[in-house]
Structures are given as structure tokens and as C-alpha cells.
């Protein structure tokens, strides 16, 4: 053992090593079947036999996941880290998510046929590294026995392309200059990753928004343009990396996410299908934004006890299906099913900024203005940038004439929310194409406003069916979460019609995204009356 992984093993509370002595042979070389040589790193235990595989493929480099290769290594497995195509020396031109499948799975038998392996293998791996893994149900191989995917999902394009319909313009960018700068050097990577933030944020208020790779990195970049040329969800283009078609083929497979993770919604759908399709797996919720490092902490934890009950015939450290952090109460509670046991509530906005149980009285609707040259801000939330993510005081969002607030009376009992949420809201807008975001918050007994959960919905022209009144009917689907509203605290909704630049400003013209240059403010009308009533649905629950 080296005493850095002592360390690291000891903090992340991994189990005890298993062996002590580990090697590594590097740049071992796998051809594809196009010819392509794609080079991994195998990290083993220095003992006699041929144990288990865990196969990692990713697109940031093996050694950065050295450290990974020799914990499981020291427990007894060997670790294959393989970089995928056009990356880290691996050989073909690096193209985002597309060759993933037939690159993987000729992995797979690659690893197969050494004479170091006797052909049993599983796949870890968060973020993109899940995303290898979901490539290879479609007809998994007979030697694949289980997978640990974390914060991540089979389906890319709504996950992280377009949530709600808006291109996650944020989370885009930030990727774009983590990938265009990690094969430079030293000095000058560590350079541009401390700029990145200030970056991102400059090339967000690019107009259009088709030259914000070239603001942000200095050229034109393929990939990226083509996400914004297929920015609708349901494009076809985006059809063959959706890996979620294939889950009733998946092995064993434990799923690990974060209440703040970009991932969630989609990976809890993920769960709910594998569980449909009678496959077996496993659910993990923490308190965490994508790239925690508890989480992934936590991710290596599951990842240990699941290869070892589906590899080493090890009985599972748990045995609940599902294991969610509540947060406000701060506890770890077990279950057998998702969604928890609930009770669904309407909480209805009411005039004067209430938020109520109770059926909202006859009143004048709420307005505010939305003014794309002025963005409304996206403060926290589920973003890939680990500083600007996870749970934020909203108190100067709040005060900005963009948003609106409803606020409950303040809890006189505990009261626990888990599971998911929606918004159904009455509205009115100047415009024809349009945005509505509705964030969920706990507001403390000093009045700090902490957000739980979002929602977020892009509205064209075909999806507005006005009424008399003008007005119109909008469902907003939120991701879920698992709070505590203590004593004292209260339960705030915010409507507004933007979260920039964690999602890209609705321009309010209807023109495509990468070329719209107008931009158009929209006046908009929230409203909340017996005929109107718009209202939060809230899973209340016992766990």
C-alpha cells in the first residue's frame, strides 16, 4: 500500500485492503474493430490468480484515475483504465458519446481474452464514465456482472444537453474548457482551470450564442456546435446514444446520485425502469452536486460492496433497494421502493406572496418582467460547475422584480417532503415563445432561503393554448428531493422565467439558438384564483 492511499482509503471509509503489494502495467494496447488502438492502464494485486475485472473507460486520462485503478486493486480486484477514442493517446478523432457502444464493448472482449482475466468483469465509473457503462446493455456480454454507474444517465440529451428545453449552457461551456485544456501542460492546464469560471461566464453573454465556443476557447469546436444545431431533446440526432431502450438487458446495477446532481431526474427514471423490467439494482441519494467528492467517496463504497456480492459471492453490505439522505433533518433512511410512501399536498399561491394549503380566494395576478439583456441569475442548483452548484442563500435572487416568492407560515411541526414535485401554474405572457423556472426552497427561522429542488420548461408558440382570458395552463416538472422543514421554517416557491447562465436566456423571438441576435422582454402574469389555481404539489411523507 502507498501511504496516499492509505489516506484517501481511510477518509472515503473504503473497507479494508485485501493486499498489500499492487502493479501496474501501462499503455496496454486495444485494437477496435475499425483498427483503432485505444491504450488502458491495469492496475493489479500481486497475487497469485486471475481475479475479477473492473473495467473503467474514460475521456480524462488514466493516470488521473491511478489512484482510483489502486484501491480496487487493493482490495483484491484488477482495475482496467482505459481512455476512450481520441483522448489521453488513444488513437481516432474524439467525437462526444458516438462510438462509445462498439468502442466498449470491443473492450470488453479485449479484456476477455488475456491471459491475466477469466473473462468476469464490471464497469464504475461517475459522469461520463457511467455513460460507457450504459453503452454496453444493449446485449451486454456474457462476462459483464454488474455495474456502478454514479451521477450520471443513459440518456445525455435531456440530461445535460437541453433539460426542459433549454440548452444547459453553463454546464456546456464548463465542459468544453475542462476537455479543450486537460491534454496541455502542467502549468498551463492548472492556469486555465482557474479561469474557467470567469471564462464561462463571459462567453454566456455571447450573442449569438453559436460563437460562445470561440469566446470561450478560441475556435470553433464540432461537437459543440452540433449539440447547439440539435438543441430540441426529442431530435432524432440524439437517438442512437440514448442507452435507456436497452435497461431490461442490463446486469446487476447500483445507482448513486446527489440531490443536486445535473443527472438526477433522469437517473432516478433510469432506476424506475430497471426496477419495471424485474432487473436487480440498487438507488443512492446523498446531499450532492455532480462532482462532489463525498459523493464519489460514497459512489467507491457502493461500488465495493456490489462487486463484491455479484463477483466475490460476498453477502451486500445493505440490503434496501433504495438508501436517501434527508435533508433539513439530516438523516440516512432505507427503503424498498422509489418514490417513498407520500401523501401529495397543492399548496396554492395566494395574492400577497402566501404560499397555503388552502384554495387561493378571488385576486389580481402577480406580475414581473423578464428581460433577457439583464438574466435573470441561476443561483446554485444543479450545475457541472462545483463552485457555482449545489445549495445557495437565495435572498439577492429573491429581491430581484424577476421573481416572484410565495412563503407558507412557518412549520409547527416537523414536516418532511420526499420524492418527486410539480408546479401547476396559470399564466399569462406577452410573448409566444417563453420560459417559466420555479425553484423550491426552505426558508430558516433567520430567514435564509436555501434551495431544494428545480423546474424548468421552454414554451414555443404550438405549446401555449391560451383561454377568454388569455391566459394558459403550464405543468412544470421538478426534480425531486428529500427535506425536513423543521420547526420554525417555512416552505417558499419562487416563479421566475430564467436561471442564467445555468440555462441558456429564451431570446423570446422563437429563432433558432445558435443564431438569434434580437432579444425581446416578456411581460408575464402568474395567476392564483378559484378559477386559476396554481399551486405546488408536494409529496408530504413519514420516512
Known amino acids: 500500500m502507498s501511504a496516499l492511499s492509505r489516506i484517501v482509503g481511510r477518509l472515503a471509509k473504503l473497507p479494508p485492503a485485501r493486499v498489500r503489494e499492487v502493479a501496474v502495467e501501462r499503455d496496454l494496447e486495444a485494437t477496435m474493430p475499425d483498427g483503432t488502438v485505444l491504450l488502458a492502464d491495469r492496475w493489479y494485486p500481486k497475487t497469485p490468480g486471475r481475479p475479477p475485472v473492473i473495467v473503467l473507460r474514460s475521456p480524462y486520462g488514466r493516470r488521473q484515475l491511478g489512484l482510483v485503478g489502486r484501491l480496487f486493486a487493493e482490495r483484491g480486484y484488477q482495475a482496467i483504465i482505459q481512455s476512450c477514442r481520441g483522448t489521453f493517446g488513444s488513437g481516432g478523432d474524439w467525437e462526444p458519446f458516438r462510438h462509445e457502444r462498439e468502442d466498449g464493448r470491443a473492450t470488453l472482449a479485449w479484456v476477455a481474452a488475456q491471459p491475466w482475466s477469466d473473462g468476469s468483469m464490471a464497469t464504475f465509473g461517475p459522469s461520463y464514465l457511467g455513460l460507457t457503462q450504459w453503452a454496453l446493455v444493449d446485449d451486454p456480454p456474457p462476462g459483464l456482472r454488474a455495474m456502478a454507474p454514479a451521477v450520471t444517465a443513459t440518456d445525455f440529451g435531456p440530461a445535460v444537453v437541453s433539460p426542459g428545453g433549454a440548452f444547459a449552457l453553463e454546464s456546456n461551456l464548463t465542459w468544453l474548457n475542462q476537455v479543450e485544456h486537460q491534454e496541455t501542460g502542467g502549468a498551463r492546464r492548472l492556469l486555465a482551470m482557474a479561469r474557467g469560471g470567469a471564462v464561462v461566464r463571459r462567453a454566456a453573454m455571447t450573442l449569438p450564442l453559436g460563437d460562445t ?216 405572457s406577452s410573448l409566444d415563445y417563453t420560459d417559466l423556472f420555479v425553484r423550491l426552497c426552505d426558508v430558516s427561522p433567520e430567514g435564509r432561503s436555501t434551495n431544494l429542488a428545480d423546474g424548468f420548461i421552454r414554451l414555443g408558440s404550438g405549446d401555449i393554448d391560451r383561454g377568454a382570458d388569455g391566459s394558459f395552463h403550464v405543468r412544470v416538472a421538478m426534480s425531486p428531493t428529500a427535506n425536513t422543514f423543521r420547526v420554525n421554517h417555512r416552505v417558499r416557491l419562487q416563479v421566475s422565467s430564467g436561471a442564467h447562465p445555468l440555462l441558456a436566456r429564451n431570446p423570446g423571438t422563437g429563432e433558432p439558438l445558435a443564431t438569434a441576435v434580437t432579444l425581446r422582454p416578456a411581460d408575464q402574469e402568474v395567476l392564483h384564483d378559484p378559477d386559476h389555481p396554481s399551486a405546488i404539489e408536494l409529496p408530504i411523507s413519514r420516512i
Do not use: C
Request: hydrophobic residues 40%.
Open 213 to 428: 465556443d470561440q469566446r470561450a476557447v478560441g475556435h470553433r469546436v464540432g461537437w459543440f456546435q452540433d449539440w447547439m444545431a440539435h438543441e430540441e431533446a426529442d431530435d432524432p440526432w440524439w437517438d442512437p446514444i440514448d442507452f435507456g431502450r436497452h435497461l431490461g438487458d442490463a446486469p446487476p446495477a447500483t445507482l448513486v446520485g446527489g440531490w443536486y446532481d445535473l443527472f438526477l431526474p433522469w437517473q432516478v427514471a433510469d432506476y424506475q425502469t430497471l426496477q419495471a423490467a424485474g432487473r436487480t439494482a440498487r438507488l443512492t441519494i446523498g446531499p450532492w452536486t455532480h462532482a462532489s467528492r463525498a459523493g464519489m467517496a460514497a459512489a467507491m463504497r457502493d461500488g465495493l460492496d456490489w462487486f463484491d456480492t455479484h463477483l466475490g459471492g460476498w453477502p451486500p453490505a445493505r440490503q434496501a433497494a433504495v438508501r436517501l439522505f434527508v435533508m433539513g433533518s439530516r438523516r440516512w433512511v432505507d427503503l424498498s421502493v422509489w418514490p417513498p410512501p407520500a401523501d401529495t399536498e397543492r399548496w396554492h399561491l395566494h395574492a400577497g406572496g402566501r404560499l397555503d394549503p388552502a384554495p387561493a380566494a378571488a385576486s389580481r395576478p402577480d406580475r414581473y418582467r423578464y428581460d433577457p439583456t439583464d438574466p435573470t441569475p441561476g443561483v446554485g442548483g444543479a450545475a457541472l460547475n462545483g463552485k457555482s452548484a449545489g445549495a445557495q442563500d437565495q435572498r439577492a435572487r429573491e429581491e430581484r422584480p424577476d421573481v416572484l416568492t410565495y412563503t407558507s407560515d412557518a412549520m409547527v411541526e416537523d414536516m418532511t417532503v420526499a420524492g418527486p414535485l410539480a408546479v401547476q401554474l396559470w399564466v399569462r
